[in-house]
Nanobody, 124 residues
Framework: QVRLVASEGGLVQAGGSLRLSCTAF????????MGWFRQAPGKGREFVAS????????YYADSLKGRFTISRESTSNTAFLQMNNLKAEDTAVYYC?????????????????WGQGTQVTVSS
């Protein structure tokens, strides 16, 4: 089975930046699309970003475009989420996710593999 290991989040001031990483271990050799979701206190889980296995295609929540960037080295099972100009409303538990299907599936929340959540807190 696949195991997703994400880096620790942290506490950052508003306007600051933070980079998360996530590595997929095990599973199929054909590789995974990877992505991130988040869940803020009292809210449901929402899609953040996803990226194809090749790294050639990425998808973002409309509200986060321009501030968040997802990346990976081609065919690597480690993905990164660079978060810039962070705002208090970005405070949430961030979840890494992976799937053998296309990265576009992540937008529907349809993902088979989940990592442990990591807390990101933005102080205003």
């Amino acid at each position: 089975q696949v195991r997703l290991v994400a880096s620790e989040g942290g506490l950052v001031q508003a306007g600051g930046s933070l980079r998360l990483s996530c590595t997929a271990f095990g599973g199929t050799a054909s590789g995974y699309a990877m992505g991130w979701f988040r869940q803020a206190p009292g809210k449901g889980r929402e899609f953040v970003a996803s990226i194809s296995y090749s790294g050639g295609r990425s998808y973002y929540a409309d509200s986060l475009k321009g501030r968040f960037t997802i990346s990976r080295e081609s065919t690597s099972n480690t993905a990164f989420l660079q978060m810039n100009n962070l705002k208090a409303e970005d405070t949430a538990v961030y979840y890494c996710a992976a799937d053998v299907r296309d990265a576009s599936w992540f937008r529907n929340g349809e993902v088979n593999y989940w990592g442990q959540g990591t807390q990101v807190t933005v102080s205003s």
